[in-house]
């Protein structure tokens, strides 16, 4: 009898899960006319046909059969996938304001509270907190030599910290982390943290963790179920405490300002946000509050730190592999910056091969392989498939970086994708390590700034060297949601 009951309720709760598909199929199917695509199961849709460790490339792989523009079903939820370089550019840049609202992600609802942030609002909530943020950056020196300098500051304390390091193997990721993490610390608190400083170290660890947990197969569990996978165990629970950590941490530093705040004389991001909030106590629809100073101060520090930082730390591992890349950078710093001054933005111009090399990391590196989820704004007829106002759409930002229309041997690494002819840097249209489009990073600028002048200091002063020969060291990444996670490696560090 107990044996029957129980295989009883599991018959009921598949039927229940199957009616549950059926209807929810049936509520949308006459929504719209998606783009073909491979046919689901009840309730988790298609994701035996995606490998959790490299979704991107399993979405690859069903474009060749079902062509650049398909549906999949994420659980019981449709998805459109963009997956070449043409589709994605018609979309994000060509359409970009009817592909310009930011999608469903359950991750993203865990730290922006329901839709509060600059990265997971939409609308007119959207449009003030970038134009505000925007702007706030800019009169903190975002693109002018104010930044530059910033960066130039952090670039030698990370040099300063390498040669303690004594030519002995270490693992870079704080290292990086600790340095990319500063410059934004100096604009959105007011000042940068001494690399031991034991809260500064809490707070990369918990970013480490959230990056990782955005890309493991249990995060990317989370966003198909999230009402299942919030309630059982597992290690991306781990993720949600770092969530709480970091935003515990900008509340006590939002408290902190409050008693020290001078209206007249903002001293950072937090300062313009409470004189903000205060300006618009009285408006019943303001979007200057405690929620969005939370998780806008939030959006900036961890997309400040993570992208750039990894990036730096995926690049170094490249060169590793790629010592004869690394010997050329360094000919062209010792020829145009030489070794008494620091690396500035105005050597960039005459640095042809250094860019072309920083640019092919970003581009193979992949950092962010399937962008954030956007949604479309209004119903449109796209490619000859009419998307309904809310339909989810994955663009696929590998399918635009190996794209083998626009490089050669896209999966090789090879910085003469961006050299022409005579050895001049030449950019490349199918280049979106920052998205495109209404929701591209509005760090890009510093982003940008920071690649070039960390990796032009450190290969002006050090020569790095693996632990293991070259032809054994593995690029392949560890873990592929959201982001790419380079494996963990050591290197020697040896002064030049």
């Keep these: 009898?107990?044996?029957?009951?129980?295989?009883?309720?599991?018959?009921?709760?598949?039927?229940?899960?199957?009616?549950?598909?059926?209807?929810?199929?049936?509520?949308?199917?006459?929504?719209?006319?998606?783009?073909p695509g491979p046919t689901p199961l009840p309730f988790i849709g298609n994701i035996l046909q995606?490998?959790?460790?490299?979704?991107?490339?399993?979405?690859?792989?069903?474009?060749e059969k079902y062509g650049p523009v398909y549906t999949i079903h994420m659980g019981m939820e449709k998805v459109v996938v963009l997956c070449s370089c043409d589709a994605v550019k018609e979309a994000l840049i060509d359409n970009a304001d009817d592909f310009g609202a930011r999608g469903h992600m359950p991750l993203l609802d865990k730290i922006s509270s329901g839709g509060y942030g600059v990265?997971?609002?939409?609308?007119?909530?959207?449009?003030?907190?970038?134009?505000?943020?925007?702007?706030?950056?800019?009169?903190?020196?975002?693109?002018?030599?104010?930044?530059?300098?910033?960066?130039?500051?952090?670039?030698?304390?990370?040099?300063?910290?390498?040669?303690?390091?004594?030519?002995?193997?270490?693992?870079?990721?704080?290292?990086f982390s600790k340095a990319v993490s500063n410059v934004i610390c100096s604009v959105v608190f007011g000042n940068r943290f001494e690399y031991e400083d034991k809260d500064?170290?809490?707070l990369m660890s918990y970013l480490h963790e959230i990056f990782r947990g955005f890309s493991s197969v249990w995060g990317q569990m989370y966003n198909i179920y999230p009402k299942v996978f919030g309630k059982i165990p597992g290690p991306h629970h781990k993720m949600f405490k770092a969530i709480d950590g970091i935003k515990n941490f900008i509340a006590e530093r939002v408290?902190?300002?409050?008693?020290?705040?001078?209206?007249?004389?903002?001293?950072?991001?937090?300062?313009?946000?409470?004189?903000?909030?205060?300006?618009?106590?009285?408006?019943?629809q303001t979007e200057f509050h405690m929620e969005g100073i939370l998780n806008t101060?939030?959006?900036?520090?961890?997309?400040?730190?993570?992208?750039?930082?990894?990036t730096l730390r995926y690049g170094l591992l490249i060169l590793l592999k790629h010592a004869d890349v690394e010997a050329k950078v360094q000919e062209e710093i010792d020829h145009v910056i030489g070794r008494d001054r620091s690396p500035c933005m105005d050597d960039r111009s005459q640095m042809p091969y250094t860019e072309a090399v920083i640019y092919e990391i970003q581009r193979y590196a992949d950092i962010v392989p399937m962008s954030v989820p956007h949604t479309v704004t209004r119903d449109i007829t796209f490619r000859g498939y009419h998307l309904p106002e809310g339909t989810e759409v994955i663009p696929v930002l590998t399918s635009v970086h190996a794209d083998p229309e626009k490089f050669k041997d896209p999966q090789t690494f090879n910085p003469e994708n961006f050299l022409d002819?005579?050895?001049?840097?030449?950019?490349?249209?199918?280049?979106?390590?920052?998205?495109?489009?209404?929701?591209?990073?509005?760090?890009?600028?510093?982003?940008?700034?920071e690649l070039f002048l960390y990796f032009t200091s450190l290969l002006q002063n050090f020569t790095f060297k693996p632990v293991i020969p070259k032809e054994e060291?593995?690029?392949?990444?560890?873990?592929?949601?959201?982001?790419?996670?380079?494996?963990?490696?050591?290197?020697?560090?040896?002064?030049r």
């Design 200 to 202: 500064f170290l809490q």
């Design 50 to 63: 995606l490998d959790g460790k490299e979704i991107f490339k399993s979405l690859n792989q069903l474009s």
């Design 119 to 175: 990265v997971a609002s939409n609308g007119e909530r959207w449009k003030q907190l970038r134009r505000f943020s925007l702007m706030t950056l800019r009169n903190f020196g975002m693109g002018k030599r104010t930044i530059e300098e910033r960066i130039q500051e952090e670039a030698h304390f990370l040099t300063e910290e390498f040669r303690k390091t004594k030519c002995l193997p270490v693992d870079p990721t704080f290292y």
């Design 1 to 35: 009898m107990e044996i029957f009951s129980t295989t009883t309720l599991l018959l009921i709760v598949c039927l229940i899960f199957l009616i549950l598909s059926i209807t929810h199929a049936r509520k949308h199917q006459n929504k719209g006319k998606l783009p």
């Design 421 to 449: 002819e005579n050895n001049r840097f030449k950019a490349n249209d199918a280049f979106m390590p920052f998205s495109s489009g209404k929701r591209i990073c509005i760090g890009e600028g510093l982003g940008r700034m």
């Design 255 to 284: 408290k902190m300002h409050k008693e020290t705040l001078d209206p007249s004389s903002p001293q950072d991001f937090i300062d313009c946000f409470l004189i903000k909030m205060e300006q618009e106590k009285d408006l019943p």
């Design 473 to 495: 060291i593995d690029l392949t990444p560890t873990g592929s949601g959201l982001g790419n996670v380079p494996p963990e490696y050591k290197c020697c560090i040896i002064p």
């Design 297 to 310: 101060t939030f959006d900036l520090f961890g997309a400040g730190t993570e992208t750039v930082s990894t």
